[in-house]
């Protein structure tokens, strides 16, 4: 496929959020339009299916999430990291117990019941139990860890949430879990809780979150063009502003592949290459 020149970019994503998902890219379709880099999107049920398309060249540009993001990279076909959005730059994955529960730190969960992700989950599986075990404590070996059930989304894929990681510690039964930062202060607020209920005792190393992925041999004008348009919006500007709330951003940045190396790397060790979920 030729670069976008003569056509718009065809920007792919999932409809994870379907109550917002069509707004939210109205927005962003409408902005792009305006400022003279027409712009057409596809949503997605699953990345796998985004992922698929990218790869292949049917789709220009991917907003990804992390494991999504992460594989293309790994595929070698010469996709690039693009932007992200401030709040997914520098996030971290935190290791949470009960202030009653005896641990207060790493080392205590030794031995202890522990509640992680599906294995396939960037922030609640994959880079925390890389970077515990690297800290002395690998959870695998080292602790119990605690089957919770799986969630059922929307788009049929099943998943085990920071809620339901959070409420097995909150009633025991789970000593210790991990929960993605930035949803600690929202699950204590809507549990009622202290802030002194609930205690930090690990915290992994930052890293990237979600990301725009170019296609393999989309031209660096076309991206660059992309990215500076994306890092020029106005959050001042009504429609921007509530499409950023929808989204969760103040403003967009550029990023880097390194954001995600660490995720790269925990995927080739847990020989899951090639898969997003």
Not at 24 to 33: D, P
């Amino acid at each position: 496929m030729s670069d976008s020149g003569a056509r718009s970019l065809l920007i792919g994503a999932t409809a994870a959020d379907t109550k917002r998902a069509v707004l939210i890219w109205n927005a962003i379709r409408k902005y792009f339009h305006e400022a003279g880099l027409p712009v057409e999107y596809a949503l997605y049920s699953t990345y796998d299916a985004l992922c698929e398309h990218l790869l292949a060249g049917h789709v220009d540009i991917a907003w990804n999430a992390p494991m999504a993001h992460a594989q293309s990279l790994l595929a070698g076909a010469g996709c690039r990291t693009l932007a992200m959005r401030d709040t997914d730059e520098d996030v971290h994955t935190l290791l949470v117990t009960r202030s009653d529960s005896g641990i207060d730190s790493l080392a205590d969960v030794a031995g202890r019941r522990v509640a992680l992700g599906l294995q396939t989950s960037s922030e609640l599986w994959l880079i925390p139990v890389a970077q515990m075990a690297e800290d002395g404590v690998d959870p695998r070996t080292a602790c119990e860890l605690v089957e919770l059930p799986s969630r059922t989304y929307p788009n049929l894929q099943e998943w085990v949430d920071d809620p339901t990681i959070f409420d097995a510690v909150l009633d025991g039964t789970a000593d210790a879990g991990v929960i993605f930062e930035p949803w600690l202060p929202a699950l204590s607020r809507k549990r009622g809780l202290d802030p002194d209920a609930i205690r930090v005792v690990w915290r992994s190393r930052p890293y990237s979150h979600c990301a725009f992925t170019s296609r393999p041999g989309l031209g660096s004008t076309t991206c660059d063009r992309f990215v500076e348009l994306l890092l020029a919006m106005d959050p001042e500007d009504d429609e921007i502003a509530e499409m950023m709330r929808m989204e969760h951003l103040s403003t967009w940045v550029v990023a880097a592949d390194d954001g995600w190396r660490d995720l790269m790397d925990s995927i080739e060790a847990a020989g899951l290459t090639g898969r997003t979920f």
